[in-house]
Nanobody, 125 residues
């Protein structure tokens, strides 16, 4: 199994940016489809973005308006989420996740096998 640790969250003002990092250990992340999800208080876990083993990506453009970008650096065993033009609606706990045995991009949280502990992102007005 793989262990995932997110970092980079914090408090930012509306319009600011953050870059979240997800570092894997125990296994190389190059064998996994990786995803970012978020969960706001009182809401269900929401898909943010996913990236394939080869670097192809899919984002929730309808909700995020292209403001968030996922990337991976296999040499560093790390996945990133660049968040720009943040608004209070983006306030949530952000989770990194890994899916095994997949060849296509996956946006359903129940299809992911391993999850990080989450990192809090708070956007103030």
């Amino acid at each position: 199994q793989v262990q995932l640790v997110e970092s980079g969250g914090g408090l930012v003002q509306t319009g600011g940016s953050l870059r979240l990092s997800c570092v894997g250990s125990g296994r190389t992340l190059s064998n996994y489809i990786m995803g970012w999800f978020r969960q706001a208080p009182g809401k269900e876990r929401e898909f943010v973005a996913t990236i394939s083993r080869g670097g192809g990506t899919k984002s929730s453009a309808a909700s995020l308006k292209g403001r968030f970008t996922i990337a991976r650096d296999n040499a560093k065993n790390t996945v990133y989420l660049q968040m720009d033009s943040l608004s209070p609606e983006d306030t949530a706990v952000y989770y990194c996740a890994a899916a095994i045995g997949r060849t296509t991009l996956e946006s359903r949280p129940n299809e992911y096998n391993y999850w990080g502990q989450g990192t809090q992102v708070t956007v103030s007005s």
